[in-house]
């Protein structure tokens, strides 16, 4: 079975914080992503990767940066946390053309 | 670049009924639909997916259509059950921006026993 484990399931931060959240997959897939979801509004993409040392901005990448430096593990950084980044932050990864395998996800409140 | 709206926000059924989720998308290049069902404290699995040169799609009680001239596809449940209370997502990737997932809003099913 495809494995995508973030790295922790709740996070609390403070505002101004530098902030990592890691995910790593086991099945060797080129494309990983970042999405934040909240209520209303699906899951939005931040930014996505398709291969080592590449990226692609989503959607809403203002506020975030990545990292690939492997092919299993893509790192979101929140460069200076605020408020109104609080949310649910799920990885995924998937093969080019095919499913994407979500991870647990991650609730970060910003306080 | 590609939009997806998705209806209705919120869907109660009665056990065994059918419950019909519909989305429309913007991006007629657009070749590939997931339907993803999320648990509560759990990420997204997908259940069915259904790509351009397919109208149709049936796994058990779960199946897609698709109709592209119109852009929308649908997820059709039959015989609902308690566990099939979630939210459901759907989504869709083109060619053209990289076959990055853009979802719909997503949908809480409930199904009332």
């Known amino acids: 079975d495809v494995k995508v484990t973030q790295s922790s399931r709740y996070l609390v931060k403070r505002t101004g914080e530098k902030v990592f959240l890691e995910c790593v997959q086991d099945?060797?897939?080129?494309?990983m992503f970042w999405y934040r979801q909240d209520p209303g509004l699906g899951l939005r993409l931040i930014y996505f990767?398709?291969?080592?040392?590449?990226?692609e901005k989503g959607d809403i990448p203002e506020g975030y940066s990545v990292s690939r430096e492997k092919k299993e593990r893509f790192s979101l950084i929140l460069e200076s946390a605020s408020t109104n980044q609080t949310s649910m932050y799920l990885c995924?990864?998937?093969?080019?053309?095919?499913?994407?395998?979500f991870g647990q996800g991650t609730r970060l409140t910003v306080v | 670049g590609e939009n997806v709206e998705q209806h209705p926000s919120t869907l109660s059924v009665q056990e065994g009924d059918s419950a019909v989720i519909k989305c429309t998308y913007s991006?007629?290049?657009?070749?590939?639909f997931p339907w993803y069902k999320q648990e509560l404290g759990k990420g997204p699995q997908l259940i069915i997916d259904?790509?351009?040169?397919?109208g149709e799609k049936k796994d058990q009680r779960i199946a897609v259509t698709l109709n592209k001239t119109a852009k929308h596809f649908s997820l059709h449940i039959t015989e609902t059950q308690p566990e099939d209370s979630a939210v459901y997502f759907c989504?869709?990737?083109?060619?053209?921006?990289?076959?990055?997932?853009?979802f719909g809003a997503g949908t809480i099913l409930r199904v009332k026993s």
């Open positions: 995924a990864s998937s093969l080019r053309y095919s499913e994407a395998f």
């Open positions: 099945m060797d897939h080129e494309n």
């Open positions: 990767s398709y291969d080592v040392k590449m990226k």
């Open positions: 991006d007629s290049a657009s070749n590939y």
């Open positions: 259904i790509r351009s040169n397919v």
């Open positions: 989504a869709a990737s083109s060619p053209l921006y990289g076959n990055k997932l853009v």
